[in-house]
């Protein structure tokens, strides 16, 4: 994997805004300023963010219900970017709404049963590009499951290393990296859209 600079990544999905539509979709609590999905917001004005009225519930049918009402406004098919909660929240819009995904990067996903919502959440391939970005002392789901989720997606698995809950608390407030797996996503969007 070639490593670009910062300015490069952040033009590269600046251009790409004009084919997708980026979407920050944070967990339980939303995201802290310091949180990168924060950050990046500040940073790229490409970003959207789902909200909604309360982040404390982790009612996955709720984050769902708000994606796919933020996704039938736009214009453009969507790259997800969801965090914990929000990553499986992602999960669940790529297969029951195809048409208004195309591509997803889950960052730290949760293990669902930690949200007892293991019913609700796909155990099939999401029919979409995705990347899996796991830590290997995430205390929301074991290296080993995540392992298992991205081969159950069909999700490329990016490892970072120990790197927490992936989170401002981890120490991961701008996050370029970050910022170059959802590079990479676009890419692989784009071959698919081919």
Not at 105 to 131: C, H, I, M, Q, T
Request: proline share 6%.
């Amino acid at each position: 994997m070639v490593s670009r600079g910062l300015s490069q990544t952040a033009d590269c999905l600046t251009a790409a805004a004009t084919r997708y539509d980026f979407v920050l979709v944070p967990g339980r609590y939303d995201s802290s300023p310091d949180h990168w999905q924060s950050c990046w917001q500040q940073q790229l004005p490409i970003w959207q963010r789902l909200t909604q009225r309360n982040w404390d519930e982790p009612d996955i049918d709720r984050w769902v219900g708000s994606i796919r009402r933020l996704l039938q406004q736009q214009t453009k098919p969507a790259l997800l970017v969801g965090h914990s909660l929000g990553a499986l929240a992602s999960c669940c819009v790529a297969i029951d709404y195809p048409a208004l995904v195309a591509g997803i990067v889950l960052v730290a996903p949760a293990e669902p049963s930690k949200f007892e919502v293991e019913e609700r959440v796909p155990a099939v391939d999401l029919g979409v590009p995705s990347l899996l970005v796991a830590s290997r002392n995430d205390p929301f789901m074991s290296f080993r499951r995540a392992e298992h989720w991205a081969e159950v997606w069909g999700s490329d698995l990016v490892d970072i290393g120990e790197a927490g809950h992936i989170n401002a608390e981890s120490g991961f407030g701008r996050w370029p990296y970050g910022l170059e797996v959802v590079r990479m996503l676009v890419e692989k969007a784009d071959q698919a859209a081919v």
